[in-house]
T-cell receptor, first 113, second 115 residues
Framework: DTGVSQNPRHKITKRGQNVTFRCDPI?????LYWYRQTLGQGPEFLTY????????KSRLLSDRFSAERPKGSFSTLEIQRTEQGDSAMYLC???????????FGDGTRLSIL | AQSVTQLGSHVSVSEGALVLLRCNYS??????LFWYVQYPNQGLQLLLK??????LVKGINGFEAEFKKSETSFHLTKPSAHMSDAAEYFC?????????????FGKGTLLTVNP
């Protein structure tokens, strides 16, 4: 069990640029979640995958956001035309089944200049 | 809909003193409840979980929490604080039997431990 891995750990970009984050879940965890955490707040749910199927998206996930999980392994979260309000920590979590606790990665901190 | 309220955004205790972090939840169905800890620039680490078994739940690092349905509470305690306990703590709720078991978090409580 090597834990949930997220890359990069930090991303600094100019407003309007596109960014992509990667999450490698714990091996054989077929459930994968993305959350966003802004300063002084708890994480907020963005989207959920069961294997390769994206089963739920939060209303927080505007059309500038897209997430994929090809082949049910790693996942990517892309933000197009970044805005100042996108600055946050993006957290990925995985779990082996629906009623097992989620294990979190260390997150990707996004800063928009 | 489900929600979590953590009373007190900042709690300060002396080393060796009791730690009490408060969490109240709102849920239309019997919930699963969790406490996570977050150290600076890191992800969240699970401390303990309640999943409808024993109402007193013991977790890692000496923490425990008691589920009280009548009070809709799930407060986190530790008898004796250690300097290494200084971190941010999040209470979270999910719905068993729901479509995805997504977590809804409180805003967090920052715990500082004074020597």
């Amino acid at each position: 069990d090597t834990g949930v891995s997220q890359n990069p750990r930090h991303k600094i970009t100019k407003r309007g640029q596109n960014v992509t984050f990667r999450c490698d879940p714990i091996s054989e965890h077929n459930r994968l979640y993305w959350y966003r955490q802004t300063l002084g707040q708890g994480p907020e749910f963005l989207t959920y995958f069961q294997n390769e199927a994206q089963l739920e998206k939060s209303r927080l996930l505007s059309d500038r956001f897209s997430a994929e999980r090809p082949k049910g392994s790693f996942s990517t979260l892309e933000i197009q035309r970044t805005e100042q309000g996108d600055s946050a920590m993006y957290l990925c979590a995985s779990s082996p089944t629906e009623n097992q606790p989620q294990h979190f990665g260390d997150g990707t901190r996004l800063s928009i200049l | 809909a489900q929600s979590v309220t953590q009373l007190g955004s900042h709690v300060s205790v002396s080393e060796g003193a009791l730690v009490l972090l408060r969490c109240n939840y709102s849920s239309s169905v019997p919930p699963y409840l969790f406490w996570y800890v977050q150290y600076p620039n890191q992800g969240l680490q699970l401390l303990l979980k309640y999943t409808s078994a024993a109402t007193l739940v013991k977790g890692i690092n000496g923490f425990e929490a008691e589920f009280k349905k009548s009070e809709t509470s799930f407060h986190l305690t530790k008898p004796s604080a250690h300097m290494s306990d200084a971190a941010e703590y999040f209470c979270a709720v999910s719905h068993p039997g729901g479509s995805n078991y997504k977590l809804t978090f409180g805003k967090g409580t920052l715990l500082t431990v004074n020597p």
